[in-house]
């Protein structure tokens, strides 16, 4: 991934594709950082047969970390993947200092990526000064760079087609982005754009046999964690030509991720790891954890709609 002396070289930057997990952050009861199941979160990770992993984005509640929090969560699962899973960690920051600081210890630890959101409180006056934000960050890290478009949560609404055009002129290490929104029109002008040079991963666990159909070969989401094998299942039906049986697992996976939502999302996700025995602990505030009410009815819908039976083997 690097070239002579350690600079980076985008002619030897590892492609990404198949499955990748956004992480969640274990936390104990009081929300503190509970950083020794990362093993056992990585390990299940494995037998499921993911490709990555994306630290503390969404999923993971890196917005809700301090800047010393999200250094030791991405240096534990970067330590407890010990290579066999490469690591993408997600620096982004309202302080581009901070996020620069935090792209230069995802390097220093051995992660093999790094993305960033983008700063939101101030916005920006056009595609060009997201670039300059983005571009500091990434020359921090010397390590492939993805820009992290979730316009629903970040704000920040461009013409990504016209962002990756120019981004790729003016980063150097630019890598290509995690694409989380609906405009399956603009996700496919995204892979036009990119032409095979840079990785347009997909964000949206429910519409992912569109994106295979579009032309993606890469993805990370939060349901992947503990439904890997469904989705696992869907992309080589898709591979094979089953277009039957790949829109009956995208079901399957529609059917889950409406269950979930229906208790505030995210907080539901995080609370399926602990039904499936690879517990990660609460949320931390905003987000309001599952009381223990919520959980057993949960548990009752997803068992009432066969997960247990389909989403966790092959």
Same mark, same amino acid.
């Given at each position: 991934?690097h070239?002579p002396?350690?600079?980076?070289?985008?002619?030897?930057?590892?492609?990404l594709?198949?499955?990748?997990p956004?992480?969640?952050?274990p936390?104990?009861e009081?929300?503190?950082?509970?950083?020794a199941?990362?093993p056992?979160?990585?390990?299940h990770?494995?037998?499921?047969?993911?490709c990555?992993?994306?630290v503390?984005?969404?999923?993971?509640?890196?917005?809700?970390?301090?800047?010393?929090?999200r250094?030791a969560v991405?240096?534990a699962?970067v330590?407890?993947?010990?290579?066999?899973?490469?690591?993408?960690?997600q620096v982004?920051?309202?302080?581009?200092?901070?996020?620069?600081d935090?792209? =230069?210890h995802a390097?220093h630890?051995?992660? &093999?990526?790094?993305?960033a959101?983008?700063? $939101? !409180?101030? /916005?920006?006056s056009g595609?060009?000064?997201?670039i300059?934000?983005?571009?500091?960050?990434a020359?921090?890290?010397?390590?492939p760079?993805?820009?992290?478009?979730?316009?629903?949560?970040?704000g920040?609404?461009?013409?990504?087609i016209d962002?990756?055009?120019?981004?790729?002129?003016?980063?150097?290490?630019?890598?290509?982005?995690?694409?989380?929104?609906?405009?399956?029109?603009?996700?496919?002008g995204?892979?036009?754009?990119?032409?095979g040079?840079?990785?347009v991963?997909?964000?949206?666990?429910?519409?992912?046999?569109?994106?295979?159909?579009?032309?993606?070969?890469?993805?990370?989401?939060?349901?992947?964690?503990?439904?890997?094998?469904?989705?696992?299942?869907?992309?080589?039906?898709?591979?094979?030509?089953?277009?039957?049986? =790949?829109?009956?697992?995208?079901?399957?996976? &529609?059917?889950?991720?409406?269950?979930?939502? $229906? !208790?505030? /999302?995210?907080p539901?996700?995080?609370?399926?790891m602990?039904?499936?025995?690879v517990?990660?602990?609460?949320?931390?505030?905003?987000?309001k954890?599952?009381?223990?009410?919520?959980?057993?009815?949960?548990?009752?819908?997803?068992?009432?709609i066969?997960?247990?039976?389909?989403?966790?083997?092959?």
């Amino acid at each position: 991934m690097h070239g002579p002396g350690g600079r980076y070289n985008a002619a030897m930057r590892q492609k990404l594709s198949g499955l990748i997990p956004a992480v969640f952050t274990p936390m104990r009861e009081d929300t503190t950082l509970d950083l020794a199941k990362v093993p056992a979160v990585v390990e299940h990770l494995l037998r499921t047969g993911v490709c990555g992993m994306y630290v503390c984005g969404s999923t993971g509640e890196g917005p809700s970390l301090s800047s010393d929090e999200r250094r030791a969560v991405a240096q534990a699962y970067v330590e407890a993947a010990a290579g066999r899973l490469p690591a993408i960690v997600q620096v982004g920051h309202d302080s581009v200092a901070e996020a620069c600081d935090l792209a =230069a210890h995802a390097k220093h630890i051995g992660a &093999q990526a790094v993305s960033a959101m983008p700063p $939101r !409180y101030y /916005g920006f006056s056009g595609v060009d000064s997201l670039i300059d934000c983005l571009a500091r960050i990434a020359s921090a890290a010397d390590l492939p760079f993805y820009y992290y478009h979730i316009p629903i949560l970040s704000g920040v609404s461009l013409d990504v087609i016209d962002f990756l055009r120019r981004a790729a002129d003016r980063i150097p290490n630019f890598a290509g982005l995690k694409y989380t929104a609906c405009g399956l029109d603009e996700y496919q002008g995204c892979l036009e754009q990119a032409e095979g040079r840079f990785d347009v991963l997909f964000g949206h666990d429910e519409m992912l046999i569109a994106a295979l159909a579009a032309g993606g070969v890469g993805a990370v989401g939060s349901t992947y964690n503990f439904a890997a094998p469904l989705y696992l299942r869907l992309w080589e039906a898709f591979d094979r030509g089953d277009l039957v049986e =790949a829109r009956r697992q995208q079901s399957l996976s &529609q059917r889950m991720i409406r269950t979930m939502c $229906r !208790y505030r /999302g995210q907080p539901a996700f995080k609370a399926a790891m602990r039904l499936i025995g690879v517990d990660c602990g609460p949320n931390r505030l905003p987000m309001k954890t599952l009381t223990t009410h919520e959980l057993d009815e949960l548990e009752s819908e997803l068992r009432g709609i066969g997960f247990f039976d389909w989403a966790l083997s092959r």
